[in-house]
């Protein structure tokens, strides 16, 4: 009894660190499409937790976001291709790591 205790225990520790280190849809996005451009300011990109860069962005309103993010867009300080130039992404996901991009600046 005391090892099959001892052995739920550990395996709960273990699926709660899993848990812990697995990344929201959002950022798994952000990191296998988006970095690229954000993380370093490419192309005019806002950066990645530069709320100085967001804040003009952010006050046009999450589906102005979302919009460019998925059609693409082309501004006086840059440009935003669709889905990143990758059109396989769902919108959902890309919605999402919009939404994990703006965490990171409020």
Known sequence: MRTHVLCITTAIAFLSIGVAWADSPGEST???SCGFCHDAGAAGAPKLGAASDWSA???QGNDKLYEHSIKGFQG???FMPAKGGNGAIADAD????VDF???KVK
């Open 76 to 78: 006086s300080k840059g």
């Open 57 to 59: 962005r952010s006050a």
């Open 101 to 103: 991009m703006l965490s």
């Open 30 to 32: 952000y990191k296998s």
């Open 94 to 97: 890309v919605k999402a790591a």
